[in-house]
């Protein structure tokens, strides 16, 4: 089974652009969530998305966003860059079934977008 | 905020020894995960410990979870130099419904030396 892939693996972007990652979750696997990390934070969650919908957002400006497709994958967008959202994007899919409240899935992460704003 | 906090920050052994990482956190889980990261690359999934479960092993990794410490420890028994990473632990939100919102902690930076 394919695991979770990111596309672009590396990008550079300068301030006030906007920008555009993507990601395909593991085949079967509906729930999409992505993070942030860089070496001052750590961690942190963006949002997740399931059948289509958000579900969760993290504590993230409006410049960040996301959107997910009838297949499962799913892009996030950042609008108006800035130096300090250089860092790496990392997404993760887990199996989630409808109307479930599933506390037990393992998230399974891709490798993971590297972002540099100049 | 952090959920997890690891410990040791940064770790140092042989090959072949025994490498112990802990993790706490704040408030109630369902549940908590243990990543490997190298060196920013994706996360590696290494297991998923439940709230109502107290030890899990796969392979050379043993986790024991204690909840009312609020506290879980990762064991890599006979390192190996490929097991060089930083690993991190993560917890759910522990409000009901979310499963989608993982709480990290800052990690464990462990290298195995040959």
């Known amino acids: 089974k394919a695991g979770v892939t990111q596309t672009p693996r590396y990008l550079i972007k300068t301030r006030g652009q906007q920008v555009t990652l993507s990601c395909s979750p593991i085949?079967?696997?509906?729930?999409v969530s992505w993070y942030q990390q860089t070496p001052g934070q750590g961690l942190q969650f963006l949002f997740e998305y399931f059948s289509e919908t958000q579900r969760n957002k993290g504590n993230f400006p409006g410049r960040f966003s996301g959107r997910q497709f009838s297949n499962s994958r799913s892009e996030m967008n950042v609008s108006t860059l800035e130096l300090g959202d250089s860092a790496l994007y990392l997404c993760?899919?887990?199996?989630?079934?409808?109307?479930?409240?599933?506390?037990?899935?393992?998230?399974?992460f891709g490798p993971g977008t590297r972002l540099t704003v100049l | 905020s952090q959920q997890g906090e690891e410990d040791p920050q940064a770790l140092s052994i042989q090959e072949g020894e025994n490498a112990t990482m802990n993790c706490s956190y704040k408030t109630s889980i369902n549940n908590l995960q243990w990543y490997r990261q190298n060196s920013g690359r994706g996360l590696v999934h290494l297991i998923l410990?439940?709230?109502?479960?107290r030890e899990k092993h796969s392979g050379r990794l043993r986790v024991t979870l204690d909840t009312s410490k609020k506290s879980s420890s990762l064991l890599i028994t006979a390192s190996r130099a490929a097991d060089t990473a930083s690993y991190f632990c993560a917890t759910d939100a522990g409000y009901g419904g979310s499963q989608g919102n993982l709480i990290f902690g800052k990690g464990t930076k462990l290298s195995v030396k040959p």
């Open positions: 410990i439940r709230s109502n479960e």
């Open positions: 085949s079967g696997h509906r729930s």
């Open positions: 993760a899919s887990s199996r989630r079934l409808a109307g479930a409240n599933l506390f037990y899935n393992e998230q399974f």
